[in-house]
């Protein structure tokens, strides 16, 4: 089992900055990857960052150079820096976690959610 505790959310107007941890408990061994996943008000939740174990990182393309995501394996944590936020950058933000189970295969592990608003 894996758990994941979100944190970080807000209230920030556009172009300020925010950021985002999650905190990464029980096997931990097993991740393979973590990332932060968002949903808009009216749409559907997609990928905002991802980084593997190995330091690979993958960005939706409208936060590219404006996020970054990062791990501290002392901590156990992955962060998502956020810097020149803007209001579509609205929504609930989930950490996600992918894990391989010797027996089950790939599992997704999911954070409760932090809300993240950007507006004047």
């Known amino acids: 089992q894996v758990q994941l505790v979100g944190s970080g959310g807000g209230l920030v107007q556009p172009g300020g900055s925010l950021r985002l941890s999650c905190a990464a408990s029980?096997?931990?061994?097993?991740?393979?990857?973590m990332g932060w996943f968002r949903q808009a008000p009216g749409k559907q939740r997609e990928l905002v960052a991802r980084?593997?174990?190995?330091?690979?990182?993958d960005y939706e393309d409208s936060v590219k150079g404006r996020f970054t995501i990062s791990r501290d394996n002392a901590k156990n944590t992955v962060t998502l820096q956020m810097n020149s936020l803007k209001p579509e950058d609205t929504g609930v933000y989930y950490c996600?976690?992918?894990?391989?189970?010797?027996?089950?295969?790939?599992?997704?592990?999911w954070g409760q959610g932090t809300q993240v608003t950007v507006s004047s």
């Open positions: 980084l593997t174990n190995s330091g690979t990182t």
């Open positions: 029980g096997s931990i061994f097993s991740i393979n990857a």
């Open positions: 996600h976690a992918e894990a391989l189970d010797g027996e089950l295969g790939f599992l997704d592990y």
